[in-house]
C-alpha cells in the first residue's frame, strides 16, 4: 500500500508541475504572438471549459478500462504538446487554444479517473490521507512551477518549455502503469450504462457525500468571486503593489501545503462533514482577515485561506470516493468535479462586476456566504461511520445495494 500511495504523490507531483507551467506559459505566448491581453485570457477559459461536461467525460470512465484510458489520456496530452512546435506566428495561435482545450479535456477525465482508481488501490483508511499528500503535492508545485515555467519561457521560448511539457505526461503514464490494484475494477456493463441523471442522483443521494460536495463547491466559487477584489484591496485598499499579490499566493500556497499534511487524520477522526465545515468556516475567515486594512493581517488571512479551502476539497473527494459504489464512480466523481468546480466558471466575472463597490463588500459576501452554507450543515449534524468501519469498506468497495441510491 506504502508503494501506491507514493506513486499517487508523484503522479500529483509531475501532473502539477507541467499543468500549472503550460497554464501560465499559455497566455504568455499568446500575448507575445498577438499582444492582446484579452486573447491571452481566453487560453485559460479553454482549460476550464470542459470542466462543465464533467458527467459526460466522468461516464466513460464507466464504460472502458479506467487505468488504460488514463494512460491513453496522458500520451494523446504528450502528442499535443509536441504539436506546439508548429507555432511561429500570430496565424498559429490557433495551436495553443486547441491544446489548451485538449489539456481542459485531459484534466477532468484524468481527474476522475484518478478518483475512482484511488479506491481500487488503496485500503478506505487511507484515501484522506493520500488525499492530503496529493493535495500538498500539488499545492507544493504551484508555488514553482509556473516561476520555473515562465523564466524557462523568457529564456528559451515556448518551444522548449512544449517539449519539456510533454514529458510529463509520459512519466505519468508510466507511473499508472506501475500501481498494483488491489481491487479489481468493475466488470464493464452489458446493458447501455446509466446515464448523467443516473449519476447526479448517487452524488445526491447519500448526505454524507452531498454536503461535503457542496461546500466545496460554494467555497471554490467565492474563490474565484473574490478573484478581483483581491486585487482592489491590495492595490486600492493597502496602496500597495501589484507584486504583492505573489506574496499572498506563497503564503496560501504554504498553508495549502501544511492543511494537506494533516488532513487525512482530521477526516479519520472527525468524517468528511465536520473538515468540510470546518474548511468552509477558515475561508470565510481568510476573506474577513482580508479586509483588514494591515498588510500582515491579509498575509496572515491568505494563509488561513490556504488551509481552508483544501480541507473542503479533500473532504468532498474523499467522501465521494467512500460512499460511491465503484461501477458508478467515474461519473459521480465527473459530475462532482463540475459541481465543485463549474460556477467559478461565473463567480469570476461576477466579481469582477462587484468590485465597483469597492474590494472589501465582496470579500465580506463570501465570508456570509460560506459561514451560511456552514451554518445550515451544523444545525444538522449527523454521525458518519467510523474510518474503516464496514459500512465505509462495504460502499467503497461496489458492494453496497442499489437500492440506497433510489
Known amino acids: 500500500m506504502r508503494r501506491n500511495a507514493c506513486l499517487f504523490v508523484a503522479i500529483s507531483l509531475l501532473s502539477g508541475l507541467g499543468g500549472s507551467a503550460m497554464a501560465l506559459v499559455s497566455g504568455i505566448w499568446i500575448l507575445d504572438l498577438t499582444g492582446s491581453t484579452g486573447l491571452a485570457a481566453l487560453a485559460g477559459l479553454c482549460v476550464y471549459a470542459p470542466t462543465l461536461a464533467g458527467p459526460w467525460l466522468g461516464g466513460l470512465l464507466d464504460r472502458v478500462p479506467r487505468r488504460p484510458l ?27 487554444y486547441a491544446v489548451s482545450l485538449a489539456y481542459g479535456i485531459g484534466y477532468v477525465l484524468v481527474d476522475a479517473g484518478e478518483t475512482a482508481l484511488l479506491p481500487a488501490a488503496l485500503p478506505p483508511a487511507r484515501l484522506a490521507d493520500v488525499n492530503g499528500w496529493r493535495s500538498s503535492a500539488q499545492e507544493g508545485m504551484k508555488l514553482v512551477a509556473p516561476l520555473a515555467g515562465a523564466g524557462l519561457y523568457a529564456w528559451r521560448g515556448g518551444h522548449v518549455v ?28 452489458t446493458a447501455p450504462a446509466a446515464g448523467v441523471r443516473d449519476g447526479l442522483a448517487a452524488l445526491l443521494a447519500r448526505r454524507a457525500v452531498r454536503v461535503p460536495v457542496a461546500l466545496a463547491a460554494v467555497s471554490i466559487a467565492m474563490s474565484g468571486f473574490t478573484t478581483a477584489a483581491l486585487y482592489d484591496v491590495v ?87 467512500t460512499y460511491t459504489p465503484q461501477a458508478m464512480l467515474g461519473r459521480v466523481a465527473g459530475t462532482a468535479n463540475t459541481v465543485m468546480f463549474g460556477p467559478i466558471t461565473l463567480a ?47 460502499i467503497s468497495s461496489g458492494r453496497e445495494r442499489s437500492r440506497s441510491f433510489r
Open 70 to 96: 488514463v494512460i491513453g489520456v496522458d500520451l494523446t496530452l504528450a502528442a499535443a504538446l509536441l504539436s506546439l512546435l508548429a507555432v511561429r506566428g500570430p496565424g498559429d495561435a490557433w495551436l495553443i
Open 348 to 394: 469570476i466575472p461576477l466579481g469582477s462586476v462587484a468590485v465597483a463597490v469597492g474590494g472589501r463588500p465582496p470579500m465580506v459576501a463570501a465570508a456570509v456566504a460560506c459561514l451560511a452554507a456552514a451554518l445550515a450543515v451544523a444545525v444538522r449534524p449527523v454521525r458518519q461511520p467510523a474510518a474503516g468501519g464496514p459500512d465505509r469498506w462495504r
Open 235 to 321: 492595490v486600492t485598499g493597502l496602496a500597495l503593489p501589484s507584486t504583492f499579490l505573489g506574496v499572498l499566493a506563497s503564503a496560501q500556497g504554504g498553508g495549502s501545503l501544511l492543511a494537506g499534511l494533516v488532513v487525512g487524520r482530521l477526516v479519520r477522526r472527525h468524517g468528511e462533514i465536520a473538515v468540510g465545515v470546518t474548511g468552509a468556516v477558515l475561508f470565510a475567515a481568510g476573506c474577513l482577515g482580508r479586509c483588514l486594512p494591515w498588510w500582515p493581517g491579509t498575509l496572515a488571512a491568505s494563509v488561513v485561506i490556504g488551509v481552508g479551502l483544501p480541507w473542503t476539497l479533500v473532504a468532498a473527494v474523499t467522501a465521494v470516493q
Open 162 to 189: 512544449a517539449v519539456l511539457a510533454a514529458v510529463v505526461p509520459v512519466l505519468v503514464a508510466a507511473l499508472y502503469g506501475a500501481l498494483r490494484l488491489t481491487r479489481a475494477e468493475p466488470a464493464l456493463p
